[in-house]
């Protein structure tokens, strides 16, 4: 049998520009990301990429994003629109989810309290 010659791992669609063209009196927050210097492969996962490979290269992404001077802009936007894909402010999509799973459960938590407060004391 003839083995295929290497193929090298293709990377998944990736969005033409990182972040959103938000600005604000600064400018855009993105202006100043780490990652704007760097390949956009590191932060999205290539095609049938193999489970330690993702890994590995997630810690690379999350070491760029941890001395990233907008890290915490980009991980808000990034839950906030929220993205699907990507090392967004130093979270995987997995993490970003649980995030996401957390704030919506501490919201109703608040709103239980408040609409439990407002019984109380119209009683």
């Not at 927050?29 to 210097?37: F, G, L, Q, Y």
């Not at 894909?85 to 989810?97: C, Q, S």
């Amino acid at each position: 049998m003839l083995q295929q010659p290497h193929q090298p791992l293709q990377v998944a669609a990736l969005p033409t520009q990182r972040s959103p063209a938000r600005e604000d009196q600064a400018g855009p927050w993105h202006s100043e990301a780490v990652c704007r210097r760097d390949e956009a492969g590191l932060f999205f996962a290539p095609s049938k990429e193999p489970t330690a490979a993702r890994l590995a290269r997630e810690e690379a992404a999350k070491r760029l994003c941890a001395r990233c001077p907008v890290m915490l802009e980009c991980q808000e936007h990034a839950l906030l629109q929220p993205e699907p894909y990507g090392v967004w402010g130093g979270l995987t999509a997995a993490e970003r989810r649980v995030v996401l799973a957390r704030r919506r459960r501490h919201e109703l938590e608040v709103r239980k309290a408040a609409a439990g407060n407002r019984i109380a004391a119209a009683g």
